[in-house]
């Protein structure tokens, strides 16, 4: 046996037996996620960013899976960054890392929340992304090619590759539960630094420079301009704000005489259209045509007669209710 040839058989045996040592140690502290575990981790507050900002929880889910190994990549475990955002225009902390070109900069975050968060604002605050706002946040597979579009991501195959994730997991489920505003998101499972996130409420607890709530953002369903509502908003204080009147806040969202405004409610800024989006909705427990009308965007009487029902009769879960065409008796 040559002498190189036994350099390297011992350097392979010494390499192989500190493998052996050191691994079991590793692997027990940190165990690498795997991608059921990864949703379950950020579904709520995906859905609580598509409530508040339009982003699809489907599409930050998805986004996150791919551009982070479903958490296990180094850009997510050594600088928290899931979404594989570089530094333009950041003035936070860096991570140097070889992907396009070598030793490029992106975001370094404090945790994944951040990066979360700030996933949110990049798409919202580019002008480049605008035009997904316009789309509906339930479209899913528009929001994946419009993405690639944008020139978020240079492979062709980024939008097949982000439907196929949404439809193998079906992680539009978490778009329905979002869009509706009267469910209450799951309790988080997520910890961090030794917090553990026990509601959604407390995902804002941190003082993040990027999600500060600022003004009221406004994003498009059914391509009617609408913002959510916050807690103790009125059809008054709403018309203050948004320099409309209140009768346009009670007509355009058919409340009636002392309807309370909910927090997470789409409050439309325009009239709700004759038909939705989508050609049906398939009805869950406690779901009125009221609630359903606005989670598409379709007038009540349209909805009602649209399903041959009667004014005031209210669904059956599991009913199937057209929001384009008409029931045919």
């Known amino acids: 046996m040559g002498l190189a040839l036994k350099r390297q058989l011992s350097i392979w045996v010494i390499s192989t037996i500190l493998s052996l040592v050191l691994l079991p140690e590793v692997s027990a502290s940190q165990s690498p996620m795997t991608i059921q575990e990864y949703i379950e981790t950020y579904r709520t507050i995906a859905m609580q960013e598509m409530r508040r900002y339009g982003v699809p929880a489907s599409i930050k889910l998805a986004q996150g899976i791919l551009e982070s190994g479903f958490g296990n990549s180094e850009l997510a475990l050594k600088a928290n960054n899931h979404f594989g955002i570089k530094c333009h225009g950041w003035h936070g902390r860096g991570y140097l890392y070889d992907d396009d070109a070598l030793n490029e900069c992106f975001r370094k975050y404090a945790n994944p929340v951040e990066s979360f968060l700030d996933h949110t604002q990049f ?19 528009a929001w994946a090619h419009g993405l690639r579009t944008a020139g978020y991501a240079t492979n062709p195959n980024y939008p097949a590759k982000l439907i196929r994730v949404i439809e193998e997991y079906n992680l539009a489920e978490y778009d329905r539960w979002a869009m509706d505003m009267t469910a209450d998101l799951p309790p988080s499972v997520l910890s961090i630094e030794g917090y553990a996130m026990v509601n959604s409420d407390s995902l804002r607890s941190y003082d993040f420079t990027p999600v500060t709530i600022g003004p009221r953002v406004e994003s498009t369903n059914n391509r009617i301009r609408y913002v959510v509502a916050r807690r103790g908003d009125s059809p008054e204080s709403l018309a203050r704000e948004l320099d409309m009147r209140p009768w346009q806040i009670i007509r355009y969202n058919e409340l009636e005489d002392g309807q309370q405004i909910l927090a997470g409610q789409f409050i439309y800024l325009q009239p709700k259209r004759r038909r939705g989006a989508f050609d049906y909705h398939d009805v869950r427990t406690g779901e009125t045509m009221y609630i359903i009308s606005q989670q598409y965007g379709i007038r009540l009487d349209q909805l009602y007669r649209r399903n041959a029902m009667e004014q005031g009769e209210q669904p059956v879960p599991g009913q199937r209710l057209l929001l384009r065409g008409r029931v045919r008796r």
Do not use: G, N, Q, V
Request: no cysteine; aromatic share 22%.
């Open 123 to 141: 798409l919202r605050s580019r002008p480049r992304y605008a035009f997904l706002f316009d789309l509906s946040p339930t479209d899913y597979s």
